[in-house]
């Protein structure tokens, strides 16, 4: 059986092919993701992520679920709503990319559901769920690097994830415990609950360079790190006109 970062990173075409006309990762450092449309196929994309696109070609603003959602999704730090595309003519495409350093990767939402930290989740195509779920520890709401409130996907779509820098796969047994360095936790299978924990001692907390809290993550289930800690990401910026 195929690991899950392997799954990851395999475009599976005939499983996105249901949702979009075809999809293709390009570059090494920081990556670009091409999405081919035909008319009335559509796509979810994170604010700030459209890089390009052509003609037949639009898009709005929406809030997945409803405005109901909309304060659950503004606390996750990805903002009220997400850039919906439409396509109205066969063979449309659409750029995106992550705006850092690192990996675009698919995951294909029959497999599980997932959760994403904040600027990991980059777009959704078919009949992907996008709503909010909340860390199973009340402290991870003002120490934990990935904060309170995360993107949960589920369904049966086809999410676009990115990753800083490389994409690193551990799998949890049950009750195995993991702790992750703030900003290196990038997305894990929903069933893994997410905490934080105290990295102890004076010394540690002021001179290691990792805070005052870890983050701590408990199986079973998958977790995938990014090798570089995320920077926070830039939502003011505007889709192209």
């Known amino acids: ?118 600027g990991s989740f980059v777009a959704a195509m078919g009949d992907a769920d996008i709503s909010v779920t909340m860390a199973r520890s009340a402290g991870a709401m003002f120490f934990g690097g990935a904060g309170l409130f995360m993107q949960k996907l589920s369904g049966t779509g086809v999410a676009l994830i990115n990753g800083s820098g490389d994409f690193v796969e551990r799998r949890l047994e049950q009750g195995e415990k993991l702790l992750v360095s703030t900003g290196n936790l990038a997305v894990f299978s929903s069933e893994v609950s997410y905490g934080v924990r105290g990295v102890g001692g004076c010394g540690k907390m002021f001179l290691g360079g990792e805070g005052l809290f870890m983050t701590e993550l408990v199986g079973p289930g998958w977790v995938m790190l990014q090798s570089l800690k995320k920077l926070p990401v830039q939502r003011g910026k505007q889709a192209p006109q």
């Open 1 to 118: 059986m195929a690991g899950v970062l392997d799954q990851l990173m395999e475009l599976e075409q005939s499983e996105i092919q249901k949702y979009v006309a075809g999809i293709a990762v390009d570059g090494e450092i920081a990556q670009v993701c091409t999405v081919t449309l035909n008319k009335g196929q559509t796509l979810w994309v994170s604010k700030g992520s459209l890089l390009a696109y052509t003609e037949g070609i639009d898009w709005t603003l929406k809030v997945p679920g409803g405005v109901g959602k909309a304060l659950g999704r503004m606390m996750t730090g990805e903002g009220a709503a997400l850039v919906y595309v439409t396509c109205n003519r066969d063979g449309s495409t659409v750029m995106l990319a992550a705006n850092m350093p690192g990996k675009l990767a698919t995951w294909d939402l029959s497999k599980g559901s997932i959760t994403c930290t904040s």
